[in-house]
């Protein structure tokens, strides 16, 4: 496995600050934001001095009960061939459900879900990896999450369950220790089992990242600064074995680039620490071999249980309908509030007219779009359905800001709405509306 060094997680918004940070071996880009014909300038700069630029997914859904889409994999290949990248990352973890294996629509999370530890879900996890490794023009590593709630009748610990995970299919890790930290607040999880229990041997790299504590329960928020917590996590690990890399993620509330430099001065320093006084060597070698091919059982069943199991619960958090048996109610609500916060603040940055527009009455109105209206695409058809539920079911009645709605779908939606899922037929209806609004 390569030898990364420290890293950074490359966004737009700190782009000119990561090109001047002294140290930086690598950084670390979300995959979905990069398109392979038109790389950031900046991307670019960093590659042709050297600095290693890995893609790292969200939208896969490798934990999901479907088999991971073609176009997505593709998608994420080309990234990897366009950056030159040594590997590519995701994460272990479901982002929507429903749809035709469980006969119901299609609903998206906008967010990263934890998969039960149950040998059917890790019998689906495993054929979706062997899929993805085999569309992939380089090594893929996956990557634990975090998590506000946890499944009932969950038959492994973390531990064990990458442990197998990695046993059969030879995956590499890419474990957050931020993840390890959060799962202990939120699920009384100890990290030191966690990293005692997986194949220290298979870690393509580490990510470290802050959050905050509210009402007993931890947010993996990447908008603060890392917690001492954080950092007793990484030195655990790095007494175990040294990672080929560390990455600080930062994904929003960007300090000035003199406290990102001194957040990764000190983890350099947590790593260097723990490993010499562990005197271990590098990780990163040879990942667990594979026993035989994944899809030579059945996961037909399982696949369909998962689907069902995981659609009731991603319903439950998104449409309002009743909490599957089992899960606690307190956290899936906390979950379902941070799930439509999350939303919100997605939306308002892929359409960053709509909170202009509306002022500030955005959030406001967003939040109660959203508790009727589960997110069944994108973010950008987000923002188009929100605008035309606003226009007619919210009935805006400020003239000058119905006019500014109405201008905005109009000059987005295009001669023809982008949906082909029934809400396209509102959306045709809002648009011929509007059209003879504005004749008028």
């Known amino acids: 496995m390569k030898h990364l060094g420290t890293g950074i997680g490359w966004r737009p918004e700190i782009a000119d600050a990561v090109e001047r940070m002294p140290g930086i071996d690598w950084v670390e880009a979300v995959a979905e934001n990069v398109c392979p014909g038109h790389l950031p300038d900046s991307l670019v700069r960093l590659r042709e001095r050297g600095v290693t630029v890995v893609p790292h997914g969200v939208s896969l859904g490798l934990g ?46 906008g967010h990263l879900l934890p998969v039960p530890r149950t040998r059917d879900a890790l019998d689906v996890l495993c054929e979706n990896i062997r899929i993805a490794q085999d569309a992939l023009p380089v090594p893929l590593a996956v990557e634990n999450i975090a998590a506000l709630i946890a499944w009932p009748g969950e038959e492994m610990t973390e531990g064990q369950f990458l442990y197998d995970l990695v046993d059969r299919t030879g995956v590499r890790l890419l474990i957050d220790v931020a993840n390890l930290h959060t ?64 990455l600080l993620e930062r994904d929003e509330n960007f300090p000035e680039p003199a406290e990102l430099e001194r957040e990764l001065t000190t983890i350099r320093e947590t790593v260097d620490k723990a490993s010499a006084t562990a005197g271990s060597g ?33 319903s439950a958090l998104v449409a309002g309908t009743p909490v599957p048996e089992g899960f606690d109610r307190t956290r899936l609500a906390v979950q379902a509030r941070a799930l439509a916060g999350k939303r919100a603040d997605v939306v308002a940055k892929v359409a960053p007219e709509l909170p202009e527009i509306l002022a500030g009455t955005y959030r406001k109105a967003f939040l109660a779009y959203a508790h009727g209206h589960p997110m069944t695409d994108g973010y950008r058809r987000d923002a188009l359905d929100f605008a035309a539920y606003l226009l007619f079911d919210a009935r805006v009645e400020d003239t000058e800001v119905r006019r500014r709605l109405g201008d905005w779908w109009l000059e987005r939606s295009g001669p023809a709405p982008l949906s082909r899922r029934p809400a396209a037929r509102l959306a045709r209806a809002t648009r011929r509306v509007l059209l003879r609004h504005r004749a008028a």
Not at 216 to 244: F, I, N, Q, T, Y
Not at 286 to 311: K, M
Request: glycine share 12%; charged share 20%.
């Open 64 to 109: 999901g009960a479907d088999r991971p889409a073609e176009g997505r994999l593709a998608d994420l290949a080309a990234r990897a061939e366009a950056l030159g990248s040594p590997l590519v990352t995701e994460h272990i973890a479901f982002v929507r459900a429903g749809g035709t294996l469980t006969a119901s629509p299609l609903l998206e999370a």
């Open 282 to 314: 590098y990780g990163g070698g040879q990942a667990g071999c594979s026993h035989g091919p994944v899809g030579a059982s059945d996961t037909g069943p399982a696949r369909q249980r998962l689907a069902l199991a995981q659609a009731a619960l991603l």
């Open 183 to 246: 799962n202990h607040v939120n699920r009384g999880e100890d990290p030191a089992r966690a990293l005692d229990e997986l194949p220290v041997e298979a870690i393509a790299y580490v990510h470290v990242a802050g959050g905050f504590e509210r009402d007993g329960v931890w947010h993996d928020s990447h908008a603060h600064a890392v917690p001492p917590a954080v950092l007793d996590v990484l030195a655990e690990l790095a007494s175990r074995v040294r990672p080929p890399g560390v």
